[in-house]
């Protein structure tokens, strides 16, 4: 029993270690820069890996094989470089964390066989992503928990009123809640099916994308994340009893960025746009 117990606590000891700081390796075709589908594919497993952690800084370096000019590599490199950097803001990663994205141009061959050649230039077309997580962890100050739902018990309520839907935060590139924020969710749901009087729009919101775009939803693959997150809501709304036709919900991409920690741009939002004269009881 004590060498199982032994055995066990070196493992975990090995985990913590490796994460000091961790590596990914995309390979491209010869002359491009457009990520091959299956790179992609474990550029997105990657990233599912990293989004737990608390990261400074991540690096992004570009690489060409030997041929071709040093000019038109040192171009070729980076263009593979903003590639990599496009992926990670198109699947909400937050970009001030990309300290560099830099194109190196060409990695040298190293013969051993000259049969090999081909494979070598073929992992010399690469580029590096070095993910430097803060060591140790930071102790992240957590928002004070309000209870959304009671925004909806104001009589004083109006059109025009908006109401940031606190606690519902999404898992990172989907549509789908975090466990934490679902109790929260149900608690707005139960309230809005007794206030009849109340019309309104679901505002869905993402982060962390270039120039005001929608990000990408990991699920569909769709440019369309905060229409999803939306419509998310609207259809959970929907379920529980509130009334279609009181309800409308839209996309508003990265349009309005809070300004804070990324997750909690991340979110959806309540704009209120009619609300009875007279409130329906029992």
Known sequence: MKKLVFILFIFVGFNITAQ??????????????????????????????????????????????????????????????????????????????????????????????????????????KVEIIVQPFDPPRELK??????????????????GDKILLENILFKTGYSVLLPESKKTLEDIANVLVERKDIYFTIQGHVCCTQNSRDAI???????????????YIYDYLAKKGVEKKRMKYVGMRRKFPLGGEPKFDRRVEILITYVGETRQRH
């Open 20 to 125: 000091k700081q961790l590596t990914h390796e995309v390979y491209f075709e010869t002359d491009e820069y457009e990520v091959p589908e299956t790179e992609h594919n474990r550029l997105l497993i990657f990233l599912s890996e990293i989004e737990g952690l608390d990261i400074e800084k991540i690096s992004i370096y570009g690489f060409t094989d030997d041929r071709g000019s040093d000019s038109y590599n040192l171009v070729l490199s980076q263009e593979r470089a903003n590639a990599i950097k496009t992926i990670f803001s198109n699947n909400e990663f937050d970009e001030s964390i990309i300290t560099n994205v830099d194109g190196k141009g060409k990695i040298l061959v190293k013969l051993i066989k000259e049969e090999d050649l081909n494979k070598i230039r073929g992992l010399n077309r």
């Open 142 to 159: 957590q928002p004070e928990k309000k209870d959304v739902a009671d925004s909806f018990k104001d009589e004083n309520l109006k059109a």
């Open 217 to 231: 939803d990991r699920k569909t693959k769709q440019r369309n994340l905060s229409v999803a997150r939306a419509k």
